[in-house]
């Protein structure tokens, strides 16, 4: 062991079913606290592998899988003769040869558990993380070995390269903080940043390397929870009433007659001018003594490590690119869950959109819908204008001309294509659950890692025709992939949004019950008053489904 979480790659391992079921070994690390049902399937597969003493053959392990989501699972090289794509499931880093012709499998590294991301720090060298390892593995590309693993906290998520002298920034989603190491000398002490947001994932560079940005992906969107007893207090906007009216003094629809003596609830609010407004346009700041800080992206100074933020975008900042010009554009999405009563949400509860800002001016922001031909006034559009929409946004990427950026839907299946001012030129139907994009524009080459079906798909960007997917070994079960599918397949822009977003989400508050509705206790996040005062707020689910 040496110091500062870093261990020699030959760590101690463990039997898995790998690929074409053999029983291979793969590096393991510390449990994962956070989600028991690891270790109770990790012992019965240990028990499963001791030998016993009958004539049955030994069955092969099931596979363990999480579900872990991608953040930047694909890459290319920087003289972009390698494409580097993360087999999350099997644990490996799969290697393609990039040439005029296409892309040639060359094989997979074995790497620890989950990773999630891959960034070739230079041609001979690639930084995977490993999400459920906590880890991070330092890959070889010559000899195709993992030649150093880096324990650097809980769940990282993202590496990027930056700064004078070079170092290496690691986002940890769970302990909301970005690590500083010394990529040239993995034994230094590295540097803590502790961000004010929940969550951070995604990382960007801006193009001189002074930069770095972090999406926080549990960004929240301003709004929080008046807890009910507030709500009957006579002092309040409605003199007690509880439910309160959301259609000046009615209700829409209007409460069941059959509901009697319906249950106090509490009111969703959302921060507008320093005023905490509901969807009745009623003021509810004298009860709201906490704030929130609804930070989305962290803007990094390479060099000094200062933080600043650029806030207000959207609720879940999935992703971030940096434009040639330096503005800073972030996909996601954004609930409007101040809106009350199911019927009312159906079908719209939900928007995908894009920010764009610039990092000297983060309040300059301009947010546009991803989805702009949607109309939302209704719940359901023609097909034909629902298999436009974009559902789920996972990965963005700009060409060096900054004219044209790609846009990969998970939730959709497929890759919308957008010019310098967000305006949509084409979609293009990829295979099942796109969640990686790498530009090749040496060779007019999109390349688009699909994680649902496991393949690599090369997209012609001179005429934006899909030419070629290239499958790589997937050990998921057929039963387990159909499962996650079900959350991703419904016909319009909120094919995912209807489910949480993965993994251990807590969604926005919302009150949705078909007439009216009860509280149930909700989480307190983001908040920046003390936890020993503060009521809850946001995010949270609430009321009857």
Sequence with gaps: MLSHGLVAADKRTVAVTGRNMEVRAIQFTTLHRRHPIFISAFSALALALIPLACD????????????????????????????????????????????????????????????????????????????????????????RQV????????????????????????????????????????????????????DPRALAVAPDGSRIYAAIFESGNATTLVPHYD????????????????????????IAPSAINPPPVGQIVRKIDGHWIDINGADWSAKVFWDLHDHDVAIIDANTLDITYAAGLMNIDMNLAVHPSGSVTVIGSEAINEIRFEPNLRGTFARMVMATFDPLVPDSAVIRDLNPHLDYTK?????????????????IVWNAAGSRAYIAGMGSDNVIVIDEFGDRIAELSVPAGPTGLALDESRNRLLVLSKFDASVTIIDTSNNAVNETLSFFDPTLKPSSAAVRICTTRP??????????????????????????????ARRRNSTSPAASAPFSFPARIGIP
Excluded at 231 to 254: E, I, L, R, T
């Design 492 to 521: 319009n822009h909120l094919r995912s949004a209807r489910c949480p977003a993965p993994p251990a989400m807590s969604m926005p508050a919302w009150i949705r019950s078909r007439g009216t509705s009860a509280t149930r206790p």
């Design 147 to 198: 030649v150093a693993t880096l324990h650097v906290g809980d769940e990282p998520c993202d590496v990027v390269f930056a700064g004078s002298p070079m170092r290496a920034f690691v986002t940890l989603s769970q302990e909301n903080r970005v690590r500083v190491y010394n990529p040239d000398d993995l034994s230094a002490e590295p540097t803590t940043l502790d961000i004010e947001g929940e």
């Design 231 to 254: 709500v009957s207090n006579p002092d309040g906007p409605y003199g007690g009433q509880n439910p309160p009216p959301n259609a000046g003094a009615d209700f829409a629809p209007a």
């Design 56 to 143: 049955a053959p030994p069955q092969p392990p099931a596979l363990v899988n999480w579900e872990t989501p991608h953040v930047h699972p694909i890459d290319l090289t920087p003289n972009t003769a390698l494409l580097l794509a993360v087999n999350t499931p099997d644990n490996r880093l799969e290697l393609f040869a990039a040439t005029d012709d296409g892309l040639s499998p060359l094989g997979a590294i074995p790497v620890s558990l989950d990773p999630v991301t891959v960034r070739a720090r230079s041609n001979t060298e690639a930084w995977v993380v490993n999400h459920i390892s906590d880890s991070i593995s330092v890959v070889d590309l010559e000899s």
């Design 379 to 395: 719940a359901s559009i023609p097909n034909n204008q629902r298999k436009r929409s974009i559902s789920d946004p996972r990965s």
